[in-house]
């Protein structure tokens, strides 16, 4: 027989350390998911300046700040499925779960403060999917961009091939300062196949922040042109080489935009607060210089941002509400089963969804819409798991 009707204080106190138990453990889990996307991020995004003249370390700080509310987006539903596993995994093993409910607690009731957490979740997931995480990724870019520009000198470094310029790769023996010597300096084409070679013995490089480009200058030189069809192709005789010396050559521009053009246009949609995607939403609708199909395209790939924020946030709970079952019935067996369990669920989670993103191009199947299914899948699994659970216990 059971009781859920139990005395106020002991109810009151069983609510407070289930809830207590998973607050500690979902936070600790959130953490390391967050340092773990922040890592990934900083890497991929400094990887190229720290190796070409290193930032500053107040610069990087206060760029891992910036990247923390992109952390918490991803980090929070995957931090509570297994904060959640992990502490009724560990009430379960120190036979808590079992004198709740030899006492009479049903599942519902010791599920009860884990729905409540969830619901937390949700409510603070929802807010920085749609506002905190855009602007903070916004201003990333922009104090990344700023990072780079006090320093663009910096990126021409000593015995190192240099291949963040677009369409150019340098390699420089020595520089001080803005003089350099030993150079190397490959021109290529739009597909990035040589067509220039310069070797040059000194020269200069300078800034010029109008075009945010690097002015190459190169004193006594040895010029190779490559035939402009067909540069890589010997056999054919436009493609022999031309080789000229020179005393000096025409100072050479080198663009730093491509360095931050790599963007896509749904990364920048993801970069947008709710507000600003509806803005976005009307203007692409009533863009007369889209083709009708190109519009419903394009209006399609915003409402799937709107909709991939949203479900995120719903995620939390649905996280939450299936790792309660599965909490219980993994620690049973073995503890560490649900760090394993629950990773394998979140990346499953996270690939289906991705795999969905892939469908922006075919708005007829309403990809917009099939964003729910992996949330709805989940919803079904922990039902299914908590009518599993209760039937053995009948």
Not at 110 to 135: D, H, K, N, Y
Not at 304 to 314: E, F, H, N, P, S
Not at 343 to 366: C, F, K, N, Q, W
Request: glycine content about 6%; overall charge positive.
């Amino acid at each position: 027989m059971r009781h859920d009707s139990l005395a106020p204080p002991f109810v009151t106190l069983l609510d407070r350390h289930i809830f207590r138990s998973a607050l500690a453990t979902c936070l600790a889990a959130v953490a390391v998911f967050m340092f773990v996307i922040m890592t990934a991020n900083i890497a991929k995004d400094l990887a190229a300046p720290d190796a070409l003249g290193k930032l500053s370390w107040f610069q990087i700080g206060r760029l891992l700040l910036l990247l923390a509310p992109i952390g918490a987006m991803y980090g929070l539903p995957l931090g509570m499925l297994v904060g959640v596993l992990l502490a009724l995994s560990r009430l379960a093993a120190d036979n808590e779960i079992t004198g709740m409910r030899a006492a009479g607690v049903s599942l519902k009731r010791i599920a009860a403060p884990i729905i409540v957490l969830g619901l937390i979740g949700t409510a603070v997931e929802i807010p920085v999917s749609f506002g905190f995480m855009p602007r903070a990724r916004v201003q990333y870019q922009h104090d990344f961009e700023e990072a780079v520009r006090a320093n663009p000198l910096n990126f021409i470094v000593p015995r190192t091939f240099v291949r963040s310029f677009s369409k150019a790769v340098i390699f420089v023996g020595d520089r001080k300062d803005r003089n350099i010597s030993d150079i190397w300096f490959w021109k290529l084409d739009d597909q990035n196949r040589v067509k220039d070679l310069v070797h040059a013995r000194s020269g200069a490089v300078d800034y010029d922040p109008a075009s945010f480009a690097l002015i190459l200058t190169l004193r006594d030189c040895l010029e190779e042109k490559l035939g402009d069809a067909n540069p890589e192709d010997y056999a054919d005789k436009d493609a022999l080489p031309v080789i000229t010396t020179m005393a000096s050559l025409d100072p050479s521009p080198i663009s730093l935009k491509g360095i931050f053009s790599r963007t896509t246009s749904r990364q920048k949609l993801d970069w947008m607060t709710h507000r600003e995607l509806e803005a976005e939403r009307i203007r692409r609708s009533q863009d007369k210089t889209l083709s009708p199909s190109e519009r419903v395209h394009a209006v399609m790939q915003v409402k799937m941002t709107i909709v991939d924020k949203l479900t995120w946030g719903v995620a939390v709970f649905a996280l939450a509400f299936v790792a309660v079952p599965l909490g219980i019935q993994v620690s049973r067996r073995e503890t560490s089963a649900s760090l394993v369990l629950g990773v394998v669920i979140g990346l499953s989670y996270y690939a289906m969804t991705r795999a969905v993103d892939l469908l922006d191009r075919h708005p007829e199947v309403r990809p917009d819409l099939l964003l729910w299914l992996p949330i709805v899948l989940v919803f079904a699994v922990g039902i299914a798991l908590f009518r599993h659970i209760d039937r053995r216990r009948a």
